[in-house]
């Protein structure tokens, strides 16, 4: 009652047929990336989770101690 090997090869040729070698390997290496993608966001978010020094929100390039233009003091000489 199960899908014997011929149905399956007889289905691959007809989907080639429709769509091309081309755009099938596009659609692979799209759905790849997206899952590639999936997973490194689900291991970052588990770093995020087990790691205590990790803050909300907080930009892990941004220096500690370096201020925003908005908290640096104006230079009152040019005032």
Do not use: C
Not at 12 to 17: D, P
């Amino acid at each position: 009652m199960g899908i014997s090997i011929w149905q399956l090869l007889i289905v691959l040729g007809i989907v080639i047929l429709l769509f091309g070698t081309k755009k099938l390997r596009n659609i692979g290496s799209d759905l790849g990336g997206a899952i590639r993608g999936f997973k490194k966001s689900m291991s970052d978010e588990d770093k995020k989770d087990t790691d205590p020094d990790a803050i909300e929100g907080e930009n892990p390039d941004a220096k500690p101690y370096e201020a925003s233009a908005e908290e640096k003091p104006r230079d009152k000489s040019h005032s």
